[in-house]
């Protein structure tokens, strides 16, 4: 089995991959949507997409790639713990580090760190946290990447840098078709888009609340060719083998707009 991530190897992504799909042969790749085409024209048989951080919310781009990738299904998720620490060239003190390179979504979950002790320095973002250490050419280059990361010739400088410790990042397995999706699940995650009339965005949720289902999390996206609708996001508990869950979905489906089911895991 091929198994499609953001590389290079030793990327946070990677990780995830190994958890998620221990048997499979990796494919760095240099993006998500790289990972996901893949995917979608059969060169991998699965990709690993990160989709929430617990300190900067959604990963919007999955979000919207999972909704715009009709035939791609969510089947598998996992949570990994993320530790952001400093890595430049031996010898190299906080002081000295001038530029800072890592994946934009690093960059701002140290956000905090960086203004206080490095305010004048230049952010460069890469594709990857693991990038970052091939970017490192003087003493004062810098990268942000995980703690388990080993580079000859670098070291870390201090500890965690993220803004909160308990960091964590939720990452889904996808496949390609419906016949992918596991025959029991404890979480369904749907996309829709709600009618334009008074209550609309109730009325979706209530379907949940009839059929007794807990929603576990909702986010929302401005749809693109659409100015001013909205496509939700949603997560809720259930078993999709269970009658009450198909229903629900059934009900969902006819009252919204553009229902997708994203995966079941």
């Known amino acids: 089995m091929k198994v499609a991530y953001l590389g290079p190897e030793g990327s946070y992504s990677s990780i995830a991959a190994a958890r998620l799909a221990p048997e499979g042969e990796g494919i760095p790749c240099g993006s998500f949507y790289a990972a996901a085409d893949l995917l979608e024209r059969g060169e991998a048989d699965c990709a690993v997409l990160p989709v929430e951080n617990t300190l900067q919310g959604a990963v919007t781009q999955n979000l919207d790639l999972l909704y715009a990738s009709h035939g791609l299904y969510a089947v598998r998720e996992y949570l990994l713990k993320i530790e952001h620490r400093l890595i430049a060239r031996k010898g190299t003190a906080l002081s000295d580090i001038s530029r800072?390179?890592?994946?934009?979504?690093?960059?701002?979950?140290?956000?905090?760190?960086?203004?206080?002790?490095?305010?004048?320095?230049?952010?460069v973002c890469t594709d990857s946290t693991m990038q970052s250490v091939f970017r490192i050419e003087k003493a004062g280059d810098a990268g942000i990447v995980g703690s388990h990361v080993r580079a000859e010739g670098l070291a870390f400088i201090g500890g965690n840098i993220a803004d909160e410790a308990k960091n964590f990042t939720h990452f889904l397995l996808v496949k390609r078709g419906k016949e992918a999706l596991?025959?029991?699940?404890?979480?369904?995650?749907f996309a829709a888009s709600c009618p334009h009339e008074p209550g609309a965005l109730l009325k979706m949720l209530q379907i949940l609340s009839v059929y007794d289902l807990n929603m576990t999390k909702i986010e929302s996206r401005p749809i693109k060719d659409s100015p001013g609708e909205y496509c939700f996001f949603i997560e809720f508990s259930g078993d999709i083998a269970d009658k009450n869950v198909c229903a629900a979905l059934g009900r969902l489906e006819e009252y919204t707009k553009n229902f997708k089911l994203l995966g079941c895991y």
């Open 182 to 189: 596991p025959a029991h699940s404890a979480h369904i995650y």
């Open 100 to 123: 800072i390179f890592s994946h934009e979504q690093a960059i701002l979950q140290c956000g905090k760190f960086i203004a206080k002790n490095l305010p004048k320095a230049e952010i």
